[in-house]
């Protein structure tokens, strides 16, 4: 089994910023890409950034230039660095990851709890 525990959520004015960690604890393997959700109320739960083992990263159309995903492999850490929030930034955040583990054939995917990021003035 894999663990994921994040932090950093909270909350912030308009144009603010936050830092979001997941990290994960287990035996691990290898994490093969990391992802960054987030649902708002009523809303469904959506992709907003991944990052693959290579680095590559991809971002929703709404947060590109504003949020950047990075990894600590050393540290089996996911970080979302969030900057000029907005309201509509306003959600639940999930991170998940692939992971492969010791003694476990094949990959499988773990998520955080989740953690609160309120947007507002």
């Known amino acids: 089994q894999v663990q994921l525990v994040e932090s950093g959520g909270g909350s912030v004015q308009p144009g603010g910023s936050l830092r979001l960690s997941c990290a994960a604890s287990?035996?691990?393997?290898?994490?093969?890409?990391w992802n960054w959700y987030r649902q708002a109320p009523g809303k469904e739960r959506e992709l907003v950034a991944t990052i693959s083992s290579g680095a590559g990263t991809y971002y929703e159309d709404s947060v590109k230039g504003r949020f950047t995903i990075s990894r600590d492999n050393t540290k089996n850490t996911v970080y979302l660095q969030m900057n000029s929030l907005k309201p509509e930034d306003a959600a639940v955040y999930y991170c998940n990851g692939v992971f492969s583990e010791v003694a476990r054939v094949g990959v499988r995917v773990y998520w955080g709890q989740g953690t609160q990021v309120t947007v507002s003035s």
């Open positions: 287990g035996r691990i393997l290898s994490i093969n890409h």
